[in-house]
């Protein structure tokens, strides 16, 4: 209610179901680009990558369903569902902020922000919260 967020995973888009505003983006990569990602982000051989791609998937398929007895990744629970793959993080990013300007647009929500909340001029961030990579580490 105090403004706008970004909210990632979490069941957000069972738990803020009912709220017209919302906008329930599924992001989805390409088996080969999750394993480069997990080797490059924490540093793993090419067994390590499988395995952990492996059990960052079904860890958030059981808590999804935990939680909404539904199944994760069904589309049709989504306003869009994004391949990012082909474009990377930037190019995702840059598709979201265009959807999520015309469906806001469609809807008649308020599509002017006071300039501290204008998220379209910004670039979005990923945070990694709570854990060392392997390369942090090593550097320790």
């Given at each position: ?15 803020l ?25 924490y ?76 998220f ?21």
């Amino acid at each position: 209610e105090e403004g706008p967020c970004i909210i990632v995973g979490r069941g957000a888009d069972y738990i803020l179901r009912d709220r017209e505003d919302v906008l329930n983006v599924f992001l989805y990569a390409d088996q080969a680009d999750k394993l480069a990602y997990a080797m490059d982000t924490y540093g793993d051989r090419p067994e390590e990558a499988e395995q952990r791609v492996r059990q960052v998937d079904a860890s958030r398929e059981s808590y999804y369903h935990y939680l909404t007895r539904a199944k994760w990744g069904d589309l049709k629970r989504y306003h869009l569902s994004l391949n990012t793959s082909p474009i990377g993080k930037e190019g995702g990013a840059d598709l979201i902020v265009q959807y999520a300007k015309l469906r806001r647009a469609k809807l008649g929500l308020n599509t002017e922000r006071p300039p501290s909340q204008d998220f379209s001029t910004r670039r979005p961030f990923f945070w990694k919260i709570g854990r060392k990579t392997k390369k942090d580490r090593r550097k320790n």
